[in-house]
C-alpha cells in the first residue's frame, strides 16, 4: 500500500493542476458555447444536431465557421474542406506535443481526440519543466469537452425559444468572435497582409461569385499572400 | 429532435477531417519542422481562414455591419475576447437602430 500511495498522489496532484489550469478558459467558452447552439438553431439546425455536432467535431474555430456559413442542404465537401483548412494547425501542434506526453501510443490516439488550442498551450507550458502526464491531460478534457458539449447543447435549446437571433445582433457575434481571434495573431506586417489580402479577396469571390466559395479562396490567397510578404530573408 | 442525413453527413465529415488532423501530427512528429516562407504561410493559414469567413458580412453587407467590424476590430487588441464580442454586438444593433 505504501508503494501505490506515492503514484496515487502524484495522480491527483497532476489532475488538479489540469483543472486549475483549464478553469478560466472553460468559463470563458460557456457563454461563447451559449451562442454557438443559439446561433445554430437560427440557421435550422436542431438541439440534437447541435449537440451531435459538439460531441463529435468538438473544434470551437471550425464549428463557428461552418454554422456561419451554413446554408441547407448543407454542403459536405464544402463544409470539410473549410474545417481542414481551420483544423490543420493541429497536424503542428500535435507533432510538437508528442514527444512531450508521457502516454502510450494507443493513449495517444484517444487523447489527441481531444486537443484543443487551450490545453495544447496549456501543456506546452507545463510541458517546460516536467512532461504531461495522463493525469493532466484527462483533467482539462473532460471539463473542456462537458463543458463544450453542454453549453452548446443549453445554447440550441434555450435559442429556439429566443428566436430570430438578428433582433439582438446575436447573428454579428461571430463576426466580432472573429475579429477578437484574428486579433490575437498579433499586428505583424505579414498577418496584416493576410488578412487584408483575404478580406479583400472573399468579398469579391462572395459578391461576384457567391458561399461557400469565399472562404477558400480568401484563405489561400491570405496564405499566399503571407509566403510572398515573408520573402527571402525568411528563409535564410 | 430531429437529424437531418444531409446534416448528419456533414457533421461525420467534420469530425473525420478534424480527428485526422488532431492525429496526423503524431504520425509526423520529429520529422516535421517547418521554417522561413513556409512556416509564415503556415503560421497565417488561422487568420487567413478566419478573416475569409466573415469578410462578406464585414464589407459588404451595410454600413452598420462595416462600421460595427471597425469598431470591434479597434478595441479587439485591447479588451479580452469576451467584451471585444460584446462591444461588437451592442454596436451593431445601435447602428441598425440609428444608421
Known amino acids: 500500500m505504501d508503494q501505490a500511495n506515492p503514484h496515487m498522489t502524484s495522480y491527483k496532484r497532476d489532475a488538479k493542476a489540469g483543472l486549475r489550469d483549464i478553469a478560466p478558459a472553460a468559463i470563458a467558452a460557456i457563454p461563447i458555447g451559449l451562442l454557438f447552439g443559439a446561433v445554430a438553431v437560427g440557421k435550422g439546425l436542431s438541439p ?7 460531441a463529435l467535431v468538438f473544434a470551437g474555430g471550425a464549428q463557428f465557421a461552418a454554422i456561419e456559413t451554413w446554408v441547407s442542404p448543407a454542403p459536405v465537401l464544402a463544409l470539410a474542406f473549410g474545417t481542414f483548412l481551420i483544423n490543420v494547425r493541429h497536424v503542428l501542434m500535435g507533432a510538437s506535443l508528442s514527444p512531450k506526453t508521457r502516454l502510450s501510443r ?13 490545453s495544447w498551450a496549456l501543456s506546452e507550458r507545463r510541458a517546460l519543466d516536467r512532461p504531461v502526464t495522463a493525469a493532466y491531460w484527462a483533467a482539462m478534457a473532460a471539463v473542456l469537452y462537458i463543458n463544450w458539449v453542454t453549453s452548446t447543447t443549453l445554447g440550441a435549446v434555450l435559442g429556439s425559444f429566443l428566436g430570430d437571433p438578428a433582433r439582438f445582433g446575436a447573428d454579428f457575434a461571430f463576426t466580432a468572435l472573429f475579429i477578437g481571434l484574428v ?34 479562396s480568401g484563405a489561400l490567397a491570405g496564405i ?4 510572398i510578404t515573408a520573402g527571402k530573408e525568411a528563409d535564410a | 429532435m430531429s437529424i437531418d442525413t444531409t446534416t448528419l453527413l456533414a457533421i461525420l465529415a467534420m469530425a473525420l477531417v478534424t480527428y485526422a488532423t488532431r492525429v496526423a501530427g503524431l504520425l509526423v512528429a520529429d520529422r516535421l519542422a517547418l521554417t522561413g516562407r513556409a512556416k509564415a504561410a503556415f503560421d497565417a493559414i488561422p487568420p487567413a481562414v478566419l478573416v475569409a469567413v466573415i469578410a462578406p458580412t464585414a464589407l459588404t453587407s451595410g454600413w452598420p455591419e462595416a462600421i460595427a467590424a471597425a469598431i470591434t476590430a479597434l478595441v479587439a487588441f485591447r479588451l479580452p475576447l469576451l467584451a471585444t464580442v460584446v462591444v461588437g454586438v451592442v454596436a451593431v444593433v445601435l ?4 444608421l
Do not use: Q
Not at chain 1, 440534437?48 to 459538439?54: H, N, P
Not at chain 1, 478580406?199 to 459578391?207: D, E, F, K, Q, S
Not at chain 2, 447602428?95 to 440609428?98: C, D, S, V
Open chain 2, 95 to 98: 447602428l441598425r437602430n440609428f
Open chain 1, 224 to 227: 499566399a499572400a503571407a509566403y
Open chain 1, 183 to 216: 486579433a490575437g495573431f498579433g499586428r505583424s506586417r505579414v498577418t496584416l497582409v493576410t488578412v487584408a489580402v483575404s478580406a479583400v479577396v472573399a468579398a469579391l469571390v462572395h459578391y461576384f461569385i457567391g458561399a461557400p466559395w469565399h472562404v477558400a
Open chain 1, 106 to 118: 494507443v493513449e495517444k490516439f484517444i487523447a489527441f481526440f481531444f486537443m484543443t488550442d487551450e
Open chain 1, 48 to 54: 440534437a444536431e447541435v449537440a451531435l455536432m459538439s
